[in-house]
């Protein structure tokens, strides 16, 4: 839909950057019937795979927003084909380790309603794009860039660029979305604290056929080790899409001699088998950094996604980081504009997202540094194309016990459940990054359970208005509603009682006296947990509106 560039402020949001985290608050904030417009400097779109592993809690909030999950899950990798990291000299070389990627078995559903997906994220920003396309209160204009804003006393007026010209466009708040060098960021004076540079990478996306040659082997992620093709090799789709990066010191990148004539060449090297139908489809350099933008705010300009941050891809960590921070701002900016919180509650956006970034950040380096023990693997050809050499090798000085320790370090790097599911709001995370305890507790995730009503299966996450606070409340229900209808912020009640099979067992997991109620945000997170509706824990909630809402 397409709005008059002077449309009133108050009814606007201004996103800068038609990205996954762009896309996801543009929608978002349409669920509370707030307008935006997203400007997107690219003409078109890129197909360039990137990143590839959506995580539980992402596919949740995908979920909470009524995205059509057959679409998500059709171009995703199976699980059979992406359930295993491998290690070994090349692709048609002996294994010399393996490890399980993330949590994708049966039981995972027992803490999500969506285990972890692989899929290419120009698919899943299609999705996206298709639903901002149909969402009557969300535009996105291609070819329209950013290039500088004045605040006013209630709004802000952005000047953007086009091929036709230029125009200005008023807007409540603005929301950089823009990508890791964010003008936005840059022109508002925000630095980055961390480590830059830490490496320079070269990803060559490639089409082939390799179905038959991974068969004893399938999995998402091969990590070779010979010398002369040290590398990684990503599989989007072990039919026709895959990727080879190629990690090198920061002041060694070339990007001169990465013609498709040379990336064929390492293609080769990497996979050994003949491939009739093999395609060279992109080149792309990046760098690898870790970096937090100094403060996520600034008056009434917010960042998020690769704008707030740049974490090294060793974990899967940075387009889902993107996805909360859009998950829990939004909701925050509809409180704002709708009149039921104040300008308190944007505080919280930075206090509470920038400490999950730095954590995710922190756990993302770690990951990488812990790839310097994969030396150890370091399996030059003509040894491992010798059976008898490769057997000799590994005897060599306890050499296979060490093969074996280099890669079990390796675990966290590709399962971090307990970080993706587990994190808080209201305290640092200090669990196992690769074990999930679901806890009921304020600032954590509302916990997952299966509950049956007549007759339809439903996550308790189902039972969350993303709207507004809903009141799970045990089956001796107070009157909560009337309390923050009293506050005045939009709310739900859901009473588990009898109706809802599993909820008294899923009550006596988390410790919920049947009197008892969670109070939790719009953003799936708990606000208040309470025994009953006593004068006290009436308090306790009107203490813990006031302090996040003002």
Known sequence: MAFDNNTPNDDIVLIVGGGPSGCEQALLLAKFGIRTV???????????????????????ICRSMGLDFDKIRAPALSREDGESVFFLPRLDAPILGKVPYERQDDDALEITPTPLINIPQPDFEEVLLEAVANCPLTELRRGHTWKDAQETSDGV????????????IDSTYVIAADGAGSPVRQNLGIGMTGDANVMACMSITFSADLRKEVADRPGVIYWLTD?????????????????LICLMPYTELDTSKYTEEHCLELIRKAVGFEMDDLKFKFAIPWTMNSEIAETYRKDRFFLIGDAAHRFPPSGGLGLNTGMLEGNNLAWKIAGVMKGWATDKLLDSYERESLPIATQNADQSLANAKRLGALSELSCPAEIWQSETAFKAWLSEGGRQKRINEAVEVQRQHFNSIGLQLGFSYSEEYTGDVEVFVPRADVGFRMPHAWLTKDGQKMSTLDLLDPTAFTIMSGPDNGDWAALCDEIGVPNRTVILNDAYDGAKAWLQSIGLPKAGALIVRPDGHILARVPDSSKRSLATVKTAFASLLG
């Open 157 to 168: 007026t952005s000047q953007i660029s086009t091929a036709d010209g230029s125009y200005s």
């Open 38 to 60: 997203i400007v997107e400097r690219l003409i078109d779109r890129s197909f360039a795979p990137k990143a590839h592993a959506m995580s539980p809690r992402t596919l949740e």
């Open 227 to 243: 010398p002369e093709c040290n590398s990684t090799l990503l599989c989007y789709d072990p039919e026709k899409l895959w990727c």
